[in-house]
C-alpha cells in the first residue's frame, strides 16, 4: 500500500509484478503509469484514469494496444465545455481562475485543451495549484487578486458537510484530530461557508447539489478500497496503530451500513457535492 505517496508506486507495481499476477487492477493515473511501466505482459485493467490517451497509458480509445485496458473520462474536453458554458451564462466573461489539485497528472493536458478553447472564446485564464484544504482559502485570495470573473475547479470536489462525505470526515478526525486552525474539507460544500469566504468580492454566487454513486460488493471491500487510495483515510489509517485502525474500519463500516442506498445485498454508496459558480463584481 503506497499510503498516499505516489513515489513508492513504482517500487509496489514492481513488486506484484515479481508475485506474477494473472491481472493487475489500479486507480487513478499514477498507479496505471506505474503499472504500465512495471510490466508489458501481464494484463492492466485501469479503474479509472482521466485521459488514458494523453497521458500515454493507451494507444487510442478504440484500440488502446499493448496490455492495458479500462476507463478513461473525456477530463480534458468536459472542462473544454465547462468554459464555454460560463461564456454563455456570462456573454462578458474575459477572465477565469482555474483551481487545480497539485501534482495531478492531468492538470497539463487539461490545461491545454482549456486554453484552446479559452483563445478562441477570448477568455485569459490564471491557474493556481492547491493540495490540502488548508490550501484552498490562499488558493482562491490569489485568483481574486488575478481579477479572475469566474473559477473553474478541477479534480477537487466540494463535499458537502452534512452527508456521507461529511461523517467520513468527522469520524475520521476522532481518531486523527486535524491541525490546529484546518477547517474542515467539507465546508467547502457549504453555502453559509462559501458566502462567508467571498463575501461582498463576488456579484454572485450560484450552487447547486449533485450527487455521486460508486457501487461496492460490501462495507468491507469499501473501506478496503478507501484504505488504499482516499487520501484522508489513507492517511488516517497510517497514522494509527492496529488496534486504533480496527476501530476506525469498524466504524467506518458502521457508516458505509448506515448510508448504503443499495437493497439487494451490495452497497451503493453516494457522495453529495455542491457545484459552484462564482462571478466576480464589477
Avoid at 488558493?139 to 469566474?150: G, N, T, W
Avoid at 461557508?193 to 463575501?199: A, K, P, V
Wanted: aromatic share 6%; glycine share 6%; proline share 5%.
Amino acid at each position: 500500500m503506497a499510503q498516499g505517496k505516489n513515489e513508492r508506486l513504482p517500487e509496489l507495481a514492481a513488486e506484484l509484478v515479481r508475485v506474477k499476477p494473472d491481472v493487475l487492477v489500479t486507480h487513478g493515473v499514477p498507479g496505471a503509469l506505474a503499472a504500465k511501466r512495471a510490466t508489458d505482459t501481464i494484463p492492466i485493467v485501469m479503474g479509472v484514469v482521466g485521459d488514458a490517451v494523453a497521458i500515454g497509458a493507451v494507444e487510442g480509445l478504440a484500440r488502446p494496444g499493448g496490455n492495458i485496458t479500462g476507463s478513461s473520462f473525456f477530463v480534458p474536453e468536459l472542462n473544454a465545455k465547462r468554459l464555454e458554458v460560463l461564456k454563455e451564462a456570462l456573454p462578458r466573461l474575459s477572465r477565469v481562475g482555474v483551481l487545480l489539485k497539485r501534482d495531478n497528472p492531468v492538470n497539463a493536458t487539461v490545461l491545454r485543451a482549456m486554453e484552446h478553447t479559452a483563445q478562441a472564446l477570448k477568455i485569459q485564464l490564471r491557474s493556481v495549484e492547491a493540495r490540502d484544504p488548508a490550501d484552498l482559502e490562499d488558493a482562491v485570495s490569489a485568483l481574486v487578486k488575478e481579477h479572475a470573473a469566474a473559477i473553474a475547479v478541477l479534480e477537487m470536489a466540494n463535499w458537502t458537510p452534512t452527508s456521507f462525505v461529511g461523517d467520513i470526515f468527522r469520524l475520521t478526525a476522532r481518531f486523527v484530530p486535524p491541525p490546529v486552525a484546518t477547517r474542515a474539507a467539507v465546508e467547502w460544500g457549504s453555502g453559509e461557508r462559501l458566502r462567508e469566504l467571498f463575501g461582498d468580492r463576488v456579484a454572485s454566487l450560484r450552487l447547486s447539489e449533485h450527487c455521486w454513486r460508486h457501487r461496492f460488493e460490501s462495507a468491507e471491500q469499501w473501506v478496503d478500497v478507501f484504505r488504499r487510495w482516499y487520501g484522508p483515510t489513507v492517511r488516517a489509517f497510517a497514522a494509527l496503530d492496529e488496534a486504533r485502525a480496527e476501530d476506525y474500519a469498524a466504524e467506518l463500516v458502521a457508516l458505509v451500513h448506515r448510508y448504503n442506498r443499495a437493497t439487494d445485498g451490495t452497497v451503493l454508496a453516494a457522495y453529495d457535492y455542491l457545484n459552484v459558480i462564482a462571478v466576480k463584481r464589477g
